[in-house]
């Protein structure tokens, strides 16, 4: 999920950046200190939104910056279990799929792509199921759900599933919908 976070650090402003403008390089330097980080707290960092508030600034002896305390926003994403995305399948493998939800890859293993065993077919870089004889390839939009999560220092790995009703590659999902739709048949007309 996306999240708007606000955030109060001290940033130091090198002493060949005074003569610009203070916040203009307060906004580079906390996009530069911040942007494309992984914090365990909020997540992974997408972008810092804007500078609140710069208080005074200080002076460290024998450094030649300058510090400001300053209050800023971040957009972060933190995938969060149980939660519903969209992505993009970007590469089928032996194992499962990865599959990009905003801006991780996440994994899809072939035993959570469907009820239905998913042989991997490397000829044609795709997933296919035995009885179902669908494919999962690579730019295949799919719902998923997410199931794991670690937040590591470097990385956030997130697993998903797709075996549930309404989840799955985005045309399955709508062949289950029209499926929902058909008028079912009961016992006494089936037999």
Request: hydrophobic share 40%; aromatic share 8%; charged share 30%.
């Amino acid at each position: 999920m996306y999240y708007s976070v606000k955030v109060k650090d001290t940033l130091r402003v090198p002493p060949n950046r005074f003569d610009e403008d203070l916040s203009q390089v307060l906004v580079e330097i906390a996009r530069e200190s911040f942007e494309g980080k992984i914090d365990s707290d909020v997540g992974f960092i997408v972008a810092v939104t804007e500078i609140n508030k710069i208080y005074q600034g200080k002076l460290i002896s024998g450094d030649g910056g300058a510090y400001y305390e300053t209050d800023f926003g971040l957009l972060c994403y933190l995938p969060e279990i149980g939660e519903i995305v969209t992505g993009e399948v970007v590469e089928c493998v032996d194992f499962g799929a990865f599959i990009r939800i905003g801006t991780i890859d996440a994994l899809c293993h072939v035993s959570q792509i469907a009820d239905d065993y998913f042989r991997y077919i490397p000829k044609n870089a795709v997933l296919r199921g035995d009885k179902s004889k669908r494919d999962l390839l690579v730019n295949t939009k799919v719902r998923s759900r997410i199931i794991a999560v670690s937040i590591g220092k470097t990385a956030i790995r997130v697993g998903l599933t797709m075996r549930q009703d309404s989840l799955g590659a985005i045309d399955w999902v709508e062949e289950w919908k029209r499926d929902l739709k058909k008028p079912k048949k009961n016992a006494e007309e089936a037999s």
